[in-house]
């Protein structure tokens, strides 16, 4: 079965941090753009990060400095490392990438909270 699926969410304090992890299982991440997603309630899903298949990255000017993120060709897996969260962070942050033939893919998401 072709997926991919986030892990790594959960409560964070202002200033700590996470790290969210995109698994890819039924085929090879690593040819691929890969890009994280967050959409809090009542807003529209936004870009946060992607990783371009030639290691190159970008960020959305609100996570620069702070959000990091890498892939892991071995492990078949992209991560976001999220330092100095801040409550404005809070969000449902999805996995994301589009193949040429299948199109888009997305992952089911993973809950961010971030609260002291």
């Known amino acids: 079965q072709v997926q991919l699926v986030e892990s790594g969410g959960g409560l964070a304090q202002p200033g700590g941090s996470l790290r969210l992890s995109c698994s890819a299982s039924?085929?090879?991440?690593?040819?691929?753009?890969v890009s994280w997603y967050c959409q809090a309630p009542g807003t529209e899903r936004d870009l946060v990060a992607i990783i371009f298949s030639d290691g190159s990255t970008n960020y959305a000017d609100s996570v620069k400095g702070r959000f990091t993120i890498s892939r892991d060709n071995a492990k078949n897996t992209v991560y976001l490392q999220m330092n100095s969260l801040k409550p404005e962070d809070t969000a449902v942050y999805y996995c994301y990438l589009r193949r040429p033939i299948e199109g888009p893919t997305w992952g089911q998401g993973t809950q961010v909270t971030v609260s002291a």
């Open positions: 039924g085929f090879t991440l690593n040819t691929y753009d």
